[in-house]
């Protein structure tokens, strides 16, 4: 339960928890741990399967110390010779495949918000009409582009309004070090020398003198007033990144990267031939963590341990640094799915959608497939039952049918270790029909680029952990199709006895006002109920391609 031993949870609950605490036992440790070990053991005599978890994210470092092991193979392909030896479609795609990549080896990444690209859209075919000449059908649409200009170019503003003093500021420092140098009439710095200049000197040289002397006694090493400046212009530099990325990339419409890079038919959903098979990308720092709380080494004394043992990691690239295009998750979930994939992780998510359908499509082809999807409920704080988080599992009419939910997907919550009101990551997304249940997302420590590893927190973690946990029951019980898996998940969860602290709130609730199941997942408990279940698919033979 939940709520045991909330007594001794308070040494955990003032202080940074174990390193692994999201593997540990909530009755045993005091966290709101997994029961990994417990799992394990009760699965001991049981026969495990290989399974493969496919990785939409940024990327995987497919070469790191931990995960090497681990990573998925496909052995139909001949690496490196530029021929589609299994004719699936993608050139020497051996561990997976980049939707976010040219031809060329070049890559995608950073990309604009997807609010950006439909202010884009919209804004040849509404920026010279009022609204009382729109046509009722197109309200919504006129609605939507006018939120959309909004909140551009509000944010436009604000970016260019915190560029400004930051680019003054770097003005009147360079200003002031040039005066110096002037004034010493040589570029090498003579401490002395600039001790000496007045007190009452112009402000520029003043200002110069008191910042060269600060450094100086900073101990930062220099010679030369050209080195200096140059330092300078690297510090701001990098204040202004942030800014400037957002500027020339997230807000701005007139950026795109499908055609100085990608070149795909973008306005083509079902062209799916394009990009590479760089699946590490030029940052693959978030999947590289996703991919190592599932899959890290559990033998090899070192760095940490991933939950399933008998794993491989297909690398999908679909997210860059912005927004997701919906035509690349798409294309990932069905080259997921037709490569062998019985579990798809997709930390990632945003609030405005361009082709739904395309994305909704690839999630009913996988659910044929018998693929679990499990989703990052997002990092906004947000009640997901009033706001939806695309993608999600609430699936467009088709035909004469009505909406319908998936029965494939898993949506996941972020949980912190604390036993008591603070049980629920204070950033997590939440829903009382949106959210299935929550799982450990705050301070998880996993596998970074070049053997590396970092704590991290958010949905994007607790979904990786649910996803680690799916292996583990699929690796055990081939039988169960994706819907069981789910099921036995969701009514396997722990209770919580107490009320946490609603996100984005002060309110206390139920937990399970919040989530569908009304609880945190446990893998040893799920291994439990998955024990006594009855799989019902009779072929339990996929495409299974080890490294």
């Known amino acids: 339960m939940c709520g045991i031993c909330c007594a001794t949870s308070v040494a955990y609950s003032q202080i940074q928890p174990p390193a692994d605490w999201y593997l540990l036992d909530p009755k045993i440790d005091s966290v709101n741990g997994i029961s990994l070990n417990k799992a394990y053991a009760a699965?001991?005599?049981?026969?495990?399967?290989?399974?493969i978890v496919a990785i939409i994210d940024s990327g995987v470092d497919i070469y790191h110390e931990d995960l090497e092991h681990a990573i998925w193979v496909n052995a139909d392909e001949i690496p490196n010779n530029g021929i589609d030896d299994d004719q699936n479609g993608y050139i020497d795609d051996i561990h997976?495949?980049?939707?976010?990549?040219?031809?060329n080896g070049e890559n995608v990444k950073y990309e604009t918000l997807e609010i950006t690209r439909l202010y884009g859209k919209l804004k040849s075919k509404y920026a010279d009409i009022s609204e009382e000449n729109v046509r009722k059908k197109d309200l919504q649409e006129y609605e939507l582009y006018i939120h959309a200009k909004s909140e551009v170019e509000k944010n436009r503003s604000k970016i260019l309004n915190a560029l400004k003093p930051i680019e003054t500021e770097e003005q009147i420092i360079l200003s002031a070090f040039r005066a110096v140098r002037e004034e010493m009439k040589t570029d090498t710095i003579d401490i002395a020398a600039v001790e000496l200049i007045k007190e009452n000197a112009s402000p520029f040289l003043s200002l110069g003198k008191q910042i060269i002397l600060s450094l100086y006694d900073s101990e930062l090493e220099?010679?030369?007033?050209s080195e200096i400046e140059a330092i300078a212009k690297k510090e701001y530099a990098a204040k202004m990144e942030a800014y400037r990325i957002k500027l020339n990339y997230s807000f701005n419409h007139e950026y795109n990267s499908r055609v100085s890079i990608v070149g795909d038919d973008y306005e083509n959903s079902y062209d799916r031939l394009y990009g590479n098979n760089d699946v590490v990308g030029p940052d693959a720092f978030h999947g590289t963590h996703v991919a190592g709380i599932i899959a890290a080494n559990r033998h090899n004394q070192s760095g940490i341990r991933g939950i399933a043992d008998d794993v491989y990691i297909m690398s999908i690239r679909t997210v860059p640094d912005g927004d997701e295009r919906d035509k690349d998750v798409a294309n990932a979930i069905l080259y997921a799915a037709d490569n062998g994939a019985s579990i798809i992780n997709m930390s990632f998510g945003k609030y405005y959608t361009w082709d739904k359908e395309a994305v909704d499509a690839a999630i009913r082809y996988a659910e044929s497939k018998d693929v679990l999807i499990i989703h990052a409920a997002g990092n906004n704080a947000n009640d997901n039952d009033?706001?939806?988080h695309y993608p999600s599992d609430r699936l467009m009419p088709k035909w004469f049918l009505g909406r319908r939910y998936a029965k494939n997907w898993i949506e996941v919550g972020a949980l912190s270790w604390h036993q008591n009101d603070k049980a629920v990551a204070s950033f997590s997304n939440y829903g009382r029909t949106e959210v299935d249940f929550f799982a450990p997302g705050v301070a998880i420590k996993s596998t970074a680029p070049e053997n590396n590893y970092a704590v991290a927190s958010g949905t994007s973690m607790a979904a990786p952990v649910v996803a680690g946990i799916s292996a583990l029951i699929r690796s055990y019980f081939p039988a169960l199709t994706a819907a069981q898996?789910?099921?036995i998940l969701k009514s396997s969860v722990l209770d919580c006895?107490?009320?946490?602290?609603?996100?984005?709130?002060?309110?206390?609730?139920?937990?399970e006002e919040i989530c569908v199941a009304g609880g945190i997942a446990n893998a040893y408990t799920a291994?439990?109920?998955?024990?006594?279940t009855k799989g019902k698919k009779k072929n339990t033979t996929g495409r299974i391609i080890r490294p």
């Open 222 to 225: 220099f010679e030369t007033y």
């Open 96 to 103: 997976g495949w980049n939707f976010i990549g040219g031809k």
């Open 527 to 532: 291994i439990r109920k998955a024990q006594r």
């Open 485 to 487: 898996v789910k099921e």
């Open 497 to 511: 006895t107490y009320q946490v602290i609603l996100p984005g709130d002060h309110k206390q609730v139920q937990l």
């Open 43 to 51: 699965a001991r005599n049981l026969k495990s399967h290989p399974v």
């Open 386 to 388: 009033s706001k939806i």
